[in-house]
C-alpha cells in the first residue's frame, strides 16, 4: 500500500511560479511511475504529467509542454511538479498518483493509488 499527500498548492497570479511535492509513504515508491493529473470544476481529472520509476523518462500532456516539469527524488520518496508561467486555465485541483508499473502513460487507469489532491488557483 502506498499513501500520497500532495503539497505546494495556493493562490498565485498569471505568469506565477508554483512547486508541487508529492510525498509518498511505502518501500516500493522507488520502483513505480508517477503522474500528475489535475480536475476543475464541471471537469473530467485529466493527465498532465508523468515519470518513469528512475525518472528517465518523462510525459507531459501538450497543454503544459514548456511550462511544467515533473521530477523525482527517490532517495526523499517523493515526486514534484514545477509550475512557470502559470495561466488562470491552470486552476484545478491536482492529483499525485502512482503506478505499480515502472512506466505510466495519460490513462488515469493505469495509476493506482491517489493522493487527496491540492488545490491551485491562478488570478488574471
Known amino acids: 500500500q502506498v499513501q500520497l499527500v500532495e503539497s505546494g498548492g495556493g493562490l498565485v497570479q498569471a505568469g506565477g511560479s508554483l512547486r508541487l511535492s508529492c510525498a509518498a509513504s511505502?518501500?516500493?515508491?522507488?520502483?513505480?511511475?508517477m503522474g500528475w493529473f489535475r480536475q476543475a470544476p464541471g471537469k473530467e481529472r485529466e493527465f498532465v504529467a508523468a515519470?518513469?520509476?528512475?525518472?528517465?523518462?518523462?510525459t507531459y500532456a501538450d497543454f503544459v509542454k514548456g511550462r511544467f516539469t515533473i521530477s523525482r527524488d527517490n532517495a526523499k520518496s517523493t515526486v514534484y511538479l514545477q509550475m512557470n508561467s502559470l495561466k488562470p486555465e491552470d486552476t484545478a485541483v491536482y492529483y499525485c498518483?502512482?503506478?505499480?508499473?515502472?512506466?505510466?502513460?495519460?490513462?488515469?487507469?493505469?495509476?493506482?493509488?491517489w493522493g487527496q489532491g491540492t488545490q491551485v488557483t491562478v488570478s488574471s
Open positions: 515519470i518513469s520509476w528512475t525518472g528517465a523518462r518523462t
Open positions: 511505502g518501500r516500493s515508491f522507488s520502483s513505480y511511475a
Open positions: 498518483a502512482a503506478a505499480k508499473t515502472r512506466y505510466s502513460g495519460s490513462s488515469r487507469y493505469e495509476y493506482d493509488y
